[in-house]
């Protein structure tokens, strides 16, 4: 088994004329926090979305666990084991907790296809497992007591929470997170980082998006900086910090912030 479980190669696109990623290429290791930082438009959703098949790139090649992925569909490139989760939380407002975690595994999930007694049967079992599935996915995104909650009135925090949890309906072995921490109160931080540990600890391999600098210096094991669609570095987190490239380009950001 390969010790890496992505391979980004030479990834490029384009967006009309916009150079939104230029020959962009990484490996992300079995079972690291892999992030990746840069300002405002750098690219980095544009890399999670060529990812996961929803939009194609220019040119360049996606391998997942050595499969060449690009030109797959988003849902079966979750069949294959890629989890997501979207800048701007997407979740089953009107539904419950539980009901989103059912709906999140109908949308990786393979159903039987024939109608015999046999499918039938194993289509309940299997919706029982479902199910059973939904109540431990709760349990472990920490929102055991929200299960019958509607997702519309939980907390931010918490909505973001469940949408890791839907993220991980299909048991997926690479989770990618956009910005999880975007506009969750700081008490509510800790326990999103937390969760991001604890599927870290379950044996995924987690690829994450996060402009929180001091969140992302401790939690990750390797950093890819992104400036304008290009490569900075890739390196340990010390190091990243301290490279004069990522320094520039985010002071360069925050000037542009204050106008
Ligand atoms: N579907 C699209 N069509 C046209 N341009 C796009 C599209 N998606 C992204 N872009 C442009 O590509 C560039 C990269 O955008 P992207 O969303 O990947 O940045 P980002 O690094 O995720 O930024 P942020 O930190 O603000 O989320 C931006 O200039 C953006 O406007
Ligand atoms: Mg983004």
Not at 172 to 199: S, T
């Amino acid at each position: 088994m390969d010790e890496y479980i992505l391979e980004v190669r030479n990834l490029t696109k384009y967006f009309g004329g916009l150079k939104a990623i230029d020959n962009v290429s990484f490996k992300i290791n079995r079972g690291e926090i892999y992030s990746i930082i840069g300002p405002n438009g750098a690219g980095k959703t544009t890399l999670f979305n060529m990812i996961t098949g929803f939009i194609p790139p220019t040119e360049g090649e996606i391998f997942f666990q050595g499969q060449k992925i690009n030109g797959l569909k988003p849902y079966q490139i979750a069949r294959l084991g890629i989890g997501r989760t979207f800048q701007l939380t997407t979740l089953f407002m009107q539904n419950t907790v539980l009901e989103n975690l059912l709906i999140g595994q109908k949308q990786t999930r393979e159903f039987p296809v024939f109608h015999s007694i046999m499918s039938v049967k194993r289509r309940r079992v299997s919706q029982s497992e479902a199910v059973e599935r939904a109540h431990a996915v709760a349990e472990f995104i920490g929102l055991g007591t929200f299960k019958n909650t509607m997702a519309a009135i939980l907390p931010h925090g918490a909505q973001k929470q469940l949408s890791i949890g839907l993220a991980l309906s299909g048991d997926p072995d690479l989770i990618l997170l956009d910005e999880p921490l975007g506009g969750v109160d700081m008490d509510e931080i800790d326990m999103i980082i937390e969760l991001i540990k604890k599927i870290r600890d379950e044996g995924k391999t987690i690829c994450l998006i996060e402009h929180k600098m001091r969140v992302v210096m401790n939690i990750s094991d390797r950093i890819l900086a992104l400036s304008y669609g290009k490569k900075l570095v890739e390196d340990l987190p010390e190091v990243v910090a301290s490279n004069e490239d990522v320094i520039a380009s985010y002071l360069g950001d925050r000037y542009a912030a204050r106008g």
